[in-house]
């Protein structure tokens, strides 16, 4: 039946949007949907005593990867992990709430569940399921859905679902009825997001107060550690080496490639049909269908264009190539001319017209240029490449630069050429006027997954036999190991790319053990832990730079707030006093705490609305530095302009905050209140 097909196709789309319903916090635990996952004895939590099956965990996360999936996106390990936590706080919460919803009798009867069903305001599923495709409900479906033997058991499954969600409306609508926003709530939001001020200001910076002008001993900042402790909390840490392995074709896999290339690009060069000699290769040997391309200089890979286009001699064969991964290879059929001239070129850049004319000597008695590119060049974009700039056309270089390429002898170097940038000894190694007729063979270069696989546990194996550290495996077998240190709470490894499991077997916090390969985003990585940081204070030598620099700042701000508090007169006598000038903030709001030349500085905004027009400031010691201020005007928002189309979006808006503000609140004291096993580093 259609509607069911329907239905049934779009389950993981309403699980998406239950899962993550009511601030993402609700979960669907008990529908049809998970009873068919086949719940079993594993356990992934246990909350208050009411267990959470591991089966059912899994069952959501996949429903989760699944709509990602369908929407396009790549699910990453990063990705993946975010959404197993996710999944397991829904769950969690959402046990939390059933437990609630029994306690407070927040129930739903047969009679509302048979007016979601066929009533005239059905629920959302049902609107979505049985559409008439004018807006309204096919009630004649629901109806025969509804006596259907065949999917009465489909059928049942909705009406949990209309009951649960109804339920939960009943729940979010109890906690949300303790929330309530006055007029002059509203008010007080219209003031606040329309009223503005204009202000002078006087300011000392922290960072213009010279070290030297304060003393510090180290009794001093030991003292302020002590005051300044709590902001050096720690949590939990791990520090971790890892090496990884990335499925990227070895040097082998690329050799056989090309040999095998080789081997094509003379039958390919010898043929008279090229499209039969492509069809009898498709799926063997090459990926790619029959095809004319044109290419240019510039959209060939660099290394094949210049091979390309030295000779463009129709029936002539460039490559094999290694490209991103692929091995591929151009017959020539013909050319065109080009839309201008390209050239491929190297330079040498350097700052002074001596040193070029010193280059060039060199070169003409025989040194490499690709060499001096790679020690004298300036240019740090491509002189580790010999100075290789790469193909280019017109209106790609300023102007000298391009007239002297354009104008070079193939292979010859000239210069030195004076641009905006420096002295420029150039070096054009190819140039092409027309443009490439071709037919192009490619093929992916075939990684040896199983052989990567292999290397990476040979590693765990080998370091295991002979007790030796991954770093010290890793310099045996001639592989680079690195190191991060990661904290409790993180999910994810910095800059790699992993899945879950490699999170929590570090968090197991086993020092010394090498892990089995765990899958990363390309490849494999192998971890072990080094050292494991109970939670707890930062010592005072592991910080004691840092607490250095905060005490010299807290310094400097008494400093500068004395200097200003000290200064009698107004406020031009004050700037003159302490060596420093009158600034304006013409624009001061609440919406946008930004003053010119200070930066955020939310109690420059706060003072200029608590002050009247003309009044001053006492010193103020802001974020980056202490400042006085005074109020040269102020536009004070009148309420009773607000519209009433206004006054209501504002008044949604502020129950919408608040309501998430209060269901937030009230799931968080749940849970703190909650006896919670998680059982995840065990299962997972």
Known sequence: MGVMNKMRESTKYILWILVFSFGGLWMLQDSGVFETLGLGPRHLAVVNGEVIAFETYQGAVQQQVEAYEQQGQEVTPQLRAFIEERVYDALVDNVLREQEMERLGVAVSDAEVADLLYGDNPDVLIRQFFPDGQGGVDREAVRNIASSTEYRADFIGIQEDVRRRRQQAKLDALIGSTVRVT?????????????????????????????????????????????????????????????????????????????????????????????????????????????????????????????????????????????????????????????????????????EEAGALNLLTELSTGASFEALAAQHSTDTSNKDRGGDLGWFGEGRMVPEFQAAAFAAPIGEVVGPVQTQFGYHLIRVDARATQDAVVVPLRSEVTVDYDGVQERAEDVQYFAEDARRTLA?????????????????????????????????????????????????????????????????????????????????????????????????????????????????????????????????????????????????????????????????????????????????????????????????????????????????????
């Open 183 to 351: 007029q002059a709530d509203v008010n007080d939001e219209y003031v606040r997001r329309n009223q503005s001020a204009a202000a002078r200001y006087v300011a000392l910076r922290y960072a213009d107060i010279p070290d030297a002008e304060i003393e510090v001993s180290d009794r001093d900042v030991e003292n302020y550690y002590r005051e300044i402790r709590e902001d050096f909390q720690r949590d939990k840490t791990f520090d971790v080496s890892y090496l990884t392995f990335e499925l990227a074709p070895a040097a082998e896999d690329s050799a056989n490639a090309l040999t095998r290339f080789r081997d094509i690009a003379i039958d390919f060069e010898d043929t008279t049909n090229d499209s039969i000699f492509v069809a009898n290769l498709i799926g063997r040997e090459i990926d790619n269908v029959y095809e004319v391309d044109t290419l240019s200089a510039t959209e060939a890979p660099a290394d094949a264009a210049t091979e390309l286009f030295r000779s463009l001699t129709p029936g002539t064969v460039a490559g094999p190539f290694i490209e991103n991964g692929e091995v591929l290879l151009y017959k020539v059929i013909g050319t065109v001319p080009a839309d201008g001239q390209t050239v491929r070129a190297r330079h040498i850049l350097v700052s």
């Open 472 to 684: 010290e495996q890793a310099e045996q077998d001639g592989y680079t190991v690195r190191s991060v240190t990661i904290t409790d709470a993180q999910t994810t490894i910095p800059g790699l790319d992993a899945d879950a499991d490699a999170v929590r077997y570090i968090k197991r916090g086993r020092v010394g053990e090498i892990s089995q390969p765990f899958n990363t985003a390309d490849g494999f990585v192998v971890v072990e832990v080094t050292n494991v940081t109970e939670e707890g204070f930062r010592p005072f030598e592991e910080v004691a730079e840092q607490v250095r620099r905060r005490y010299l700042t807290a310094q400097k701000q008494e400093i500068a707030a004395q200097r200003l508090a000290g200064a009698t007169g107004d406020l031009d006598a004050v700037a003159s006093a302490v060596g420093s000038s009158v600034q304006t903030a013409p624009n001061v709001t609440y919406t946008n705490p930004t003053v010119p030349g200070l930066g955020r500085e939310t109690q420059f905004v706060g003072a200029a609305f608590g002050l009247s027009t003309g009044a001053s400031s006492q010193v103020i010691e802001g974020q980056t530095a202490a400042y006085m201020l005074q109020v040269t005007s102020k536009n004070v928002a009148d309420p009773s302009a607000m519209s009433d189309e206004d006054r209501d979006q504002i008044q949604e808006q502020l129950l919408g905050q608040k309501r998430q503000q209060v269901r937030q609140q009230w799931i968080e004291r749940l849970r703190d209140d909650a006896e919670i096993t998680d059982n995840r580093a065990l299962l997972l």
